[in-house]
């Protein structure tokens, strides 16, 4: 496992940097070469990181959601989504930006042990409530840094510089397929928020409060609600709609993982 935890980042950045190559203007290289090196190479790194998430939660008895574990596990599935993305051509670019927070989350439950263990006997619901949560804030995650390449390819175009490598799809396409990825969190979320407050003491054992979590999530609801209607109703697009998903994905970040840290790390609770 220690091995493990020194292959798996090692990995993922030796695949940024194929992709950061693949993406600077002016070299002389293979893009298609350097695509499928750094494809290949993040399929093994999320095959490990698989692994790794795999027995640092899963416990004899339970599972431990301690905040590193957790920040894995999310890093896991936005990795996991941006090569998904990748694939199919709907998210060129973003392996760039999301392979290297995945090399520095992986191995945080090896360098940061802080054990908080949980037990749902007889309860999957929870579970399934839980694993929704996550795959929507790792949507979300891959929806924000999906934004910030739609940024700067916009303000490289305004500039007159080169096209990166191998070509990309039109903006307009680009930001097309975003937007159906925050069409899927955004149903996501609202699953969660909704089965979150209607079965919140069968789930955890305790009523539902307006602790900063839930604060927090339901204004990344409302701005999300807000972006989607925008959408649909008045066609917003551009700089001001990838705002909007910069803003939303803040406020998710602070209660999924800013929340999480000041309890865990900062409170010791």
């Known amino acids: ?28 290289r293979s893009p298609e070469r350097s695509t499928q090196g750094a494809r290949w190479l993040a399929a093994l790194a999320l095959a490990g990181h698989a692994v790794l998430v795999d027995a640092a939660v899963v416990m004899p008895d339970g599972f431990d959601v301690s905040f590193a ?28 930006v999301v392979l290297p927070v995945a090399a520095v989350a992986a191995p945080l439950p ?39 390449v739609l940024l700067g390819l916009e303000r490289r175009l305004h500039r007159g510089l080169p096209e990166p490598a191998g070509g990309m799809p039109p903006l307009l396409t680009l930001e097309r397929l975003l937007f159906r990825l925050v069409d899927i969190g955004f149903v996501l979320l609202t699953l969660t928020l909704v089965s979150g407050a209607l079965f919140s003491e069968e789930l955890f054992g305790k009523p539902l409060r307006l602790t ?24 917003w697009r551009g700089k001001s709609a990838l705002t909007w998903v910069l803003a939303g994905s803040g406020l998710l970040l602070l209660a999924y993982v800013g929340s999480k840290f000041v309890l865990e790390v900062l409170l010791g609770r």
């Open 69 to 96: 574990n957790m920040l894995s596990a999310v890093a896991g599935l936005t990795a996991l989504f941006a090569w998904l993305g990748t694939l199919a051509r709907t998210l060129p670019g973003i392996l760039a």
């Open 1 to 28: 496992m220690i091995l493990l935890y020194l292959l798996v980042p090692a990995a993922y950045l030796v695949a940024a940097l194929l992709e950061w190559g693949r993406l600077a203007p002016g070299k002389d």
């Open 212 to 235: 900063h979590k839930v604060v927090f999530s339901i204004l990344g609801w409302v701005v999300f609600a807000a972006l989607v209607f925008g959408r649909y109703r008045y066609g």
């Open 110 to 148: 090896a360098l940061f042990p802080n054990p908080h263990q949980v037990s749902f006997p007889g309860e999957p619901f929870a579970l399934l409530h839980i694993a929704v949560a996550l795959t929507a804030f790792s949507l979300f995650i891959v929806a924000a840094l999906q934004a910030v």
